[in-house]
């Protein structure tokens, strides 16, 4: 299904994320605090990391707009730069950090999923990879990673559905062993706890 026809989708890069940080950084707590990443987000975090965005190199937003209000958002940078500690994990698999771009996370609207903005994001993130040169030349790979759940776990929600079949379906595969860690506070916790993320590719 083709992106909702009332929705914009623009690329910003630069001092051209500023001005969408603290829409970008609500609109991530509110989308985040659902299942799987039950994120209780700091929105001076979330400004934090976004503002970093404006001057890492090659880095991208893509915003999603209806009307003046952002409804999605998903971020991208190259690897090396956005998740350095990511880097050693690479290496160990015998790929080389500086030739892959890392699509950060998404965030949509329940208003908004299933018209076609999931594509659009990573469309815009890729064709942005192609686009940039890293220290070893062009990228060669896009990766990002997703929460590890239990199938178990009672806080799933009944009748939910892992994006998987969606990533595979757009090329991307499940690189077994290639897990990192990323660290937060969830919703009802009291304090943070280490969770474990599996990294999916693919070949540019």
């Known amino acids: ?13 630069g001092s051209a994320i500023l001005p969408a940080v603290g829409d970008v950084a609500r609109l991530r ?30 880095a991208l937003i893509v915003a999603a707009w209806d ?12 690897l090396a730069g956005h998740t350095s ?3 050693v994990l690479f290496r160990a698999h015998g790929l080389d950090p500086d030739r ?20 659009a994001f990573f469309d815009r993130r890729e064709a942005h990879a192609r ?4 220290p070893a ?3 060669t790979h896009v990766a990002f990673c997703a929460v590890v759940r239990a199938d178990e776990d009672s806080r799933r929600p009944p009748g939910y559905r892992p994006l998987d079949a969606f990533w595979s379906k757009r090329g991307y595969r499940h ?17 943070e706890t280490e969770k474990s993320m599996q990294f999916w590719m693919k070949p540019l």
């Open 67 to 78: 009307g003046t209000r952002i409804v999605g958002a998903a971020t991208a940078a190259p």
């Open 137 to 139: 030349g062009a990228f």
């Open 29 to 58: 707590i509110e989308v985040f605090c659902e299942w799987p990443y039950l994120y209780d987000g700091s929105l001076d975090y979330e400004r934090t990391y976004l503002a970093g965005l404006s001057t890492a190199k090659d």
């Open 131 to 134: 686009r940039c040169t890293g």
């Open 85 to 87: 500690e990511f880097a």
């Open 1 to 13: 299904m083709p992106p909702d026809a009332t929705v914009r989708i623009e690329d910003l890069t």
């Open 100 to 119: 892959i771009f890392y699509c950060g996370e998404s965030v949509l609207l329940p208003a908004y999923r299933g018209s076609g903005l999931g594509h």
């Open 175 to 191: 690189v077994a062993g290639l897990l990192g860690s990323y660290t937060w506070k969830e919703m009802g916790a009291r304090a």
